[in-house]
């Protein structure tokens, strides 16, 4: 239901005012982040306040969190006013935990890698980046992950793995 006309924008509006692109904005629409109503022309319309989500959208990006983590954050917010301060303080610590939990992976992998550094067996099954935690093992001994794929078969190593 239209309030007023000077709550709702344009989709050139929406466009101008966050820099985010026409097929974006269908885009996120289509993945029910963001709504808009239609006018007696059938052109869309955007509740003012999707501005909000819409920031949120381009931060959430920026961070590198998936959309399908930003569309479960949107279930928490109203749909019909913007995001509140307190809001956007549950959404912020909630992926700064998420970025936090990355920065681990992250380093874990480097700490890894750093392993394979000099090494170059590239075993399936002692190398750390291969066969994590020795994921492969209970499958049998060798290059479980290209026997499954049928076609290539690496020489026997003789290290570690
Ligand atoms: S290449 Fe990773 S441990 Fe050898």
Redesign the pocket.
């Known amino acids: 239901m239209r309030t007023s006309p000077e709550d709702h924008l344009t989709i050139g509006e929406v466009v101008h005012r966050t820099g985010v692109s026409a097929s974006a904005l269908h885009f996120y629409e289509r993945k029910g982040l963001i709504f808009s109503e239609r006018d007696g022309g059938n052109q869309r319309l955007y509740p003012r306040h999707m501005l909000r989500r819409i920031s949120l959208i381009i931060v959430a990006k920026r961070l590198g969190i998936p959309l399908a983590d930003v569309a479960a954050v949107f279930t928490t917010l109203p749909g019909d006013r913007a995001p509140t301060h307190q809001d956007w303080q549950r959404v912020s610590l909630a992926w700064k935990g998420q970025l936090e939990e990355r920065r681990r992976a992250i380093e874990n992998l480097e700490h890894e890698l750093t ?2 550094i000099g ?5 399936m099954k ?4 291969l066969n994590p935690d020795d994921a492969l093992g209970p499958q049998g001994p060798g290059p479980v992950r290209l026997q499954d794929g049928g076609s290539v078969r690496p020489p026997r190593h003789s290290g570690r793995g």
Do not use: E, F
Request: aromatic fraction near 0%; hydrophobic fraction near 35%.
């Open positions: 392993g394979c090494c170059g067996c590239l075993s002692a190398c750390l980046l």
